[in-house]
């Protein structure tokens, strides 16, 4: 062991966050077992590694005896006393072994510990470096597309990872050397490393896009009510502003509409509504149900109502297949029943008419 080894463990601490402590046990460890391989499991050894002389030593440990029955493990009192008179029976003698083969033992047991050790300190890093961004978005660049199951392998600065299938936006394309941002929603501790579940298609990419883009929501003058999303085909965001002097629909939208587009074009032209969250829910549910116009919402229940529209607007408040309808529901957090206004509104309060 010369001083390019202690060097080694100092790089290792530093590029890699691996205690060298850690790594001198590890490697203590392996010396011993590397030993008694060679020599015997019988063998009683201990080493010795001194960072600070730059210095490694294997020791022989025997036990001070009467009778000496195993020469490998045992010294008389006798010879221990030649060693030194402080010995007594009971007592452990060490020996500084100069094995000709130690310094081959050695490297190898080293360079194996510190291999594992760069590989856990690579694993440990991931997996730090992925739960602090656990619901957060990150860019990767899209190394590989599979044709045969359609996933994209993707290089995330910390390791590759794979965008599935089913979690990209429908429709998308990718080429190798492709920015994009995903969102990263799960997490796993795996022997092997960090299993990471990347998604373009969770309402969570929406979300984090905005409070990147928008200025006033990253400093919470702005607030993210909710969000609902079908992926590559529409979203609503509904949003709140606790400044009266904010509007937090156009702040949102931006001049001439450059926030919206940009994070529009993030999500490959996804439709997004943007929507006035409101404390009174027959507002709320109005402004939902957008682009269609509201003739009146009555609430039916705790979390239910039956909104009523214009003929006419009735197939754009429903949505194609039910889309608007059903996207304003999970935004509210309310059963939607739509009825066409037909000159009546049932259990209309009164005054509302």
Same mark, same amino acid.
């Given at each position: 062991?010369?001083?390019?080894?202690?060097?080694?463990?100092?790089?290792?601490?530093?590029?890699?966050?691996?205690?060298?402590?850690?790594?001198?046990?590890?490697?203590?460890?392996?010396?011993?077992?590397?030993?008694?391989?060679?020599?015997?499991?019988?063998?009683?050894?201990?080493?010795?590694?001194?960072?600070?002389?730059?210095?490694?030593?294997?020791?022989?440990?025997?036990?001070?005896?009467?009778?000496?029955?195993?020469?490998?493990?045992?010294?008389?009192?006798?010879?221990?006393?030649?060693?030194?008179?402080?010995?007594?029976?009971?007592?452990?003698?060490?020996?500084?072994?100069?094995?000709?083969?130690?310094?081959?033992?050695?490297?190898?047991?080293?360079?194996?510990?510190?291999?594992?050790?760069?590989?856990?300190?690579?694993?440990?890093?991931?997996?730090?470096?992925?739960?602090?961004?656990?619901?957060?978005?990150?860019?990767?660049?899209?190394?590989?597309?599979?044709?045969?199951?359609?996933?994209?392998?993707?290089?995330?600065?910390?390791?590759?990872?794979?965008?599935?299938?089913?979690?990209?936006?429908?429709?998308?394309?990718?080429?190798?050397?492709?920015?994009?941002?995903?969102?990263?929603?799960?997490?796993?501790?795996?022997?092997?490393?960090?299993?990471?579940?990347?998604?373009?298609?969770?309402?969570?990419?929406?979300? =984090? *896009?905005?409070?990147?883009? +928008?200025?006033?929501? $990253?400093?919470?003058?702005? !607030?993210?009510?909710?969000?609902?999303? %079908? /992926?590559?085909?529409?979203?609503?965001?509904?949003?709140?502003?606790?400044?009266?002097?904010?509007?937090?629909?156009?702040?949102?939208?931006?001049?001439?509409?450059?926030?919206?587009?940009?994070?529009?074009?993030?999500?490959?032209?996804?439709?997004?509504?943007?929507?006035?969250?409101?404390?009174?829910?027959?507002?709320?549910?109005?402004?939902?149900?957008?682009?269609?116009?509201?003739?009146?919402?009555?609430?039916?229940?705790?979390?239910?109502?039956?909104?009523?529209?214009?003929?006419?607007?009735?197939?754009?408040?429903?949505?194609?297949?039910?889309?608007?309808?059903?996207?304003?529901? =999970? *935004?509210?957090?309310?059963? +939607?029943?739509?009825? $066409?206004?037909?000159?009546? !509104?049932?259990?209309?309060?009164?005054? %509302? /008419?």
């Amino acid at each position: 062991m010369n001083s390019e080894f202690f060097t080694a463990l100092e790089l290792l601490e530093k590029e890699k966050g691996i205690p060298a402590d850690y790594m001198i046990e590890k490697i203590e460890a392996a010396l011993i077992s590397a030993y008694k391989k060679e020599y015997g499991n019988n063998s009683n050894v201990r080493v010795v590694i001194d960072p600070a002389k730059k210095d490694v030593k294997l020791l022989q440990q025997k036990e001070v005896v009467e009778v000496v029955e195993d020469p490998e493990t045992q010294i008389s009192l006798e010879d221990a006393k030649k060693i030194a008179k402080k010995y007594k029976l009971g007592m452990t003698v060490e020996f500084d072994l100069k094995t000709k083969n130690f310094r081959r033992l050695s490297a190898a047991a080293a360079k194996s510990v510190i291999i594992q050790g760069i590989r856990e300190g690579e694993r440990r890093r991931a997996q730090e470096a992925y739960e602090n961004k656990h619901e957060e978005i990150i860019t990767a660049i899209v190394h590989r597309y599979d044709p045969d199951t359609g996933n994209v392998v993707v290089d995330t600065g910390n390791g590759y990872a794979v965008l599935p299938a089913h979690e990209q936006i429908p429709g998308e394309l990718f080429h190798a050397g492709d920015q994009i941002k995903v969102f990263v929603q799960e997490v796993n501790r795996e022997s092997r490393g960090p299993l990471v579940t990347l998604s373009r298609v969770h309402p969570g990419l929406v979300r =984090r *896009l905005f409070e990147l883009e +928008i200025p006033e929501i $990253a400093d919470g003058i702005v !607030i993210i009510k909710g969000v609902a999303r %079908e /992926a590559g085909s529409r979203s609503k965001i509904a949003v709140f502003s606790r400044d009266p002097e904010v509007d937090p629909v156009g702040a949102c939208i931006g001049a001439r509409g450059a926030r919206i587009g940009t994070i529009v074009d993030e999500v490959r032209g996804e439709k997004i509504d943007i929507i006035k969250y409101s404390e009174e829910p027959e507002e709320f549910i109005s402004a939902a149900l957008a682009p269609a116009a509201i003739k009146a919402v009555v609430m039916t229940g705790d979390r239910a109502c039956r909104v009523y529209v214009e003929p006419d607007q009735l197939s754009l408040a429903i949505g194609k297949e039910g889309q608007n309808a059903r996207l304003a529901a =999970r *935004l509210t957090g309310c059963k +939607i029943d739509i009825k $066409a206004y037909t000159g009546e !509104i049932e259990d209309l309060p009164e005054g %509302e /008419a």
